[in-house]
């Protein structure tokens, strides 16, 4: 499926200061799209407004050319957004995170997949250690293993190479660079290099230019 999610005029501001105006973002099949800038430039904040976590903006959204206002259900039900914390319960096992992720997506799931996703992740042999007890980077994992197990059109992600080691950075480079040659569309800010993913468009906050 051919998709696109468009941002039109995009300016928004915190604290009497504007993070950023008239940004024009384009996503859809096949492109993998990193947001750069420094510690403060808005990152984040432009990931959850393009998610539909904020509505404290000025500009316009569509999903398909269409309006946002009216295709929001279409738009969260193709999309699939991890933050900058991991955003897993530590007092869940890994794999009851992944049986928690997908109720909330009203999805039942098998265990089975849950099962395959943490090895995809190399958690397997972990799947029934509470959350709390994993390190920095399993946790991290257990957050990445949704993109193996729940399908979704567009991916945002804010850091996800955050606290990974060089196995798993490598691991997820191979998965973004399969889910956009399979149609699907990235999203993502982070300050690690991928000279291995090919073409990627850069969209710089904090004063630069959008590099097209």
Known sequence: MNFCLRARGLACERDDRCLFRDLDI???????????????????????????????????LSWCDRDMTAVRGDFHANL??????????????????????????????????????????????????????????????VALARLELTPRLLWILDEPFTAIDKAGVAALERRLLTHVQCGGGVLMTTHHEMPSLGDIRSIHLGGGAVDA
């Open 26 to 60: 384009d996503v859809g099949s096949g492109d993998l799209v990193r947001i750069e800038g420094p510690n403060g430039s808005g990152k984040t904040t432009l990931l959850k407004i393009l998610s539909g976590q904020l509505d404290d903006y000025q500009g316009t």
């Open 80 to 141: 699939l957004y991890l933050g900058h914390a991991p955003g897993i319960h530590a007092g869940l096992t890994a794999l009851e995170n992944l049986a928690w992720y997908q109720a909330l997506g009203g999805e039942s799931g098998r265990e089975s997949d849950r099962m395959a996703a943490l090895a995809s992740v190399g958690l397997s042999g972990f799947e029934d250690v509470l959350v709390g007890q994993l390190s920095a980077g399993q946790q991290r994992r």
